[in-house]
């Protein structure tokens, strides 16, 4: 029986496999079935005729693989986003599969929607048992929601879709992890992360001591103020206006020592106002207004490397005013020891 393996285009260049039966040809267990894009396609077969398929997997750094596309195993899922295979326990959103969401304004209430497609390669049925079959956890759950839920059971070849819903309320990487429960041996429950980002653009104010009525943090006046700076900072774009109360913010709530804030072309950040605004009372000399490095433990020796940063494509539209500047500590092998308050490489356009 002659088989032809291929680059399938319409299947988001994934390898797929097709045979011959002497009358018409056929697909081999599925069309697009290797993980991700498959280059320099080759077919090979065994003594029983079993084929074997070689490739270079380009969401693998082109390593080299090889799969067998023999008889298709009792009981399988393939969950897919934008015809990209989601590989089960993944823990790294990306946009090639539609597990990253990608940036939604939190001021404006934008929201982004994205759909998953399951497939049953499988020979029988494959049944997604809880209900609902979908589930998210994780520590922004709340901010993503299943919209519509798969149907079950699913027959062998057949699919079905669901799809999640993210609608931040909080600027910054907004995570969670799906859960899909199956009858499938190894991947019952079938996981994988996602994420999204709150973004941040017009003006945005920030009080670490704002009591708003109803507990309600929208950045949208001081009496709403976001409490933490670098959220907001990390979620700021386009052309954007932070105004930032007095008291003392950092770059983390944890220790990671990498962690500063960012410096965003378009985006001012202006310190010095009293706690509840306004804006007319501005007196950076007056209600000081830290940015700080000093996260962990007791002392400087794990704090933060960089409190303020500026990579090489920032310029003179990111502004910051109106700040204290302390407790960054850049003695680190194996570098030498340099300011750990702010740094920015030679080559800014300043």
């Known amino acids: 029986m002659p088989y032809l393996a291929f680059q399938d285009h319409a ?164 995570s969670a992890t799906i859960s899909i429960t199956t009858n499938v041996p190894g991947k019952n429950p079938f996981t994988f992360a996602i994420q999204g980002k709150g973004t941040a653009t017009g003006a945005n104010y920030v009080d670490q001591n704002c009591p708003p009525p109803g507990n309600t943090h929208d950045g949208k006046s001081w009496a709403t103020a976001w409490l933490d700076l670098a959220p907001v900072l990390e979620g700021a774009t386009g052309t954007c206006t932070i105004y930032v109360a007095q008291g003392t913010y950092k770059p983390t709530t944890g220790t990671d020592r990498a962690q500063t804030f960012q410096l965003v072309n378009g985006v001012a950040v202006y310190g010095g106002y009293p706690t509840g605004g306004p804006n007319s009372a501005r007196a950076p000399g007056k209600y000081t207004t ?6 962990g433990d007791e002392g400087n020796s794990d704090n933060t490397y960089y409190v303020v940063s500026a990579n090489s494509i920032v310029n003179n539209t990111a502004i910051l005013d109106g700040f204290t500047i302390t407790g960054g500590n850049a003695r680190w092998a194996p570098r030498s020891p340099t300011a750990g308050g702010f740094t920015m490489p030679k080559e800014t356009p300043w």
């Open 11 to 174: 299947k988001s260049k994934k390898a797929t496999v097709m045979n011959y039966n002497g009358t018409s040809w056929g697909t081999v267990v599925k069309s697009g079935f290797s993980a991700s894009q498959a280059d320099d396609v080759t077919l090979a077969l065994d003594s029983s005729n079993k084929p074997y398929v070689a490739y270079k997997d380009y969401g693998n750094g082109n390593k080299a693989t090889v799969m067998t596309t023999g008889a298709a195993p009792l009981h399988d899922i393939d969950v897919q986003g934008k015809d990209s295979s989601i590989t089960n326990g993944s823990t790294t959103p990306g946009d090639i599969n539609d597990t990253d969401f990608g940036p939604a304004d939190v001021a404006s209430g934008a929201t982004v929607d994205h759909t998953f497609t399951i497939y049953n390669p499988g020979s029988e049925v494959l049944t997604l048992s809880d209900t609902p079959p979908v589930a998210i956890s994780g520590p922004n759950a709340a901010e993503f929601s299943v919209t519509t839920q798969p149907t079950s059971p699913v027959a062998s070849g057949g699919n079905t879709t669901f799809t999640v819903h993210f609608a931040p309320v909080t600027c910054g990487v907004r």
């Open 290 to 295: 830290t940015l700080s490095g000093e996260i």
